[in-house]
T-cell receptor, first 110, second 112 residues
Framework: EDKVVQSPLSLVVHEGDTVTLNCSYE??????LLWYKQEKKAPTFLFML????IEKKSGRLSSILDKKELFSILNITATQTGDSAIYLC??????????FGPGTRLSVLP | NAGVTQTPKFQVLKTGQSMTLQCAQD?????MSWYRQDPGMGLRLIHY???????DQGEVPNGYNVSRSTTEDFPLRLLSAAPSQTSVYFC???????????FGPGTRLTVL
């Protein structure tokens, strides 16, 4: 059965810290992996990764995919309280839908 | 563009009642889907549609019906509400399956 595992499930850091969130997947077919940030309401899109080893960056956030080892990481440098959210990863398995992991709840303390 | 809209924002039902959650998008997206989100379980796919007139089941379809008569609208019907359907429901759309999904603001449903 295809599944997505995220770790840690919960993380508390202080402003200025750097965090690494992990997403591993076991799938029969793989097309892409996506990261979303969910604050109080709907998830918002961060990155889509389709190729191994190519880092995607947006400000203090970056992400990379390893298709051989079947995982992705999301890095956040110099964290701010506004980074507090649930971070979701999901993969697209060519099955016309996405499968989401349980999410990592990040809390950034001032 | 309003993006993806959902109504209502909140709803309380009694066990056995039926209701329809509305979802609409104005981006001319072909792909639409419904998820439910429960604590610690991420988003689970209920039903999805790859275009008007075409729907299919996701991971947790039991107790829910959908239809897609137009590209814009994708309502989710609860046939006979049960306490296990207490959840937050999100509708999402994308240009095609596999592309970035845009989510609506969610409906928080409580079934007593």
């Amino acid at each position: 059965e295809d599944k997505v595992v995220q770790s840690p499930l919960s993380l508390v850091v202080h402003e200025g810290d750097t965090v690494t969130l992990n997403c591993s997947y076991e799938v029969t077919n793989f097309r892409s992996l996506l990261w979303y940030k969910q604050e109080k309401k709907a998830p918002t899109f961060l990155f889509m990764l389709t190729s191994s080893g190519i880092e995607k960056k947006s400000g203090r956030l970056s992400s990379i995919l390893d298709k051989k080892e079947l995982f992705s990481i999301l890095n956040i440098t110099a964290t701010q309280t506004g980074d507090s959210a649930i971070y979701l990863c999901a993969y697209d398995n060519y099955g016309q839908n996405f499968v989401f992991g349980p999410g990592t709840r990040l809390s950034v303390l001032p | 563009n309003a993006g993806v809209t959902q109504t209502p924002k909140f709803q309380v039902l009694k066990t056995g009642q039926s209701m329809t959650l509305q979802c609409a998008q104005d981006m001319n997206h072909e792909y639409m889907s419904w998820y439910r989100q429960d604590p610690g379980m991420g988003l689970r796919l209920i039903h999805y549609s790859v275009g008007a007139g075409i729907t299919d089941q996701g991971e947790v379809p039991n107790g829910y019906n959908v239809s897609r008569s137009t590209t814009e609208d994708f309502p989710l019907r609860l046939l006979s509400a049960a306490p296990s359907q207490t959840s937050v429901y999100f509708c999402a759309s994308s240009y095609e399956s596999g592309s970035e999904q845009f989510f609506g603001p969610g409906t928080r449903l409580t079934v007593l």
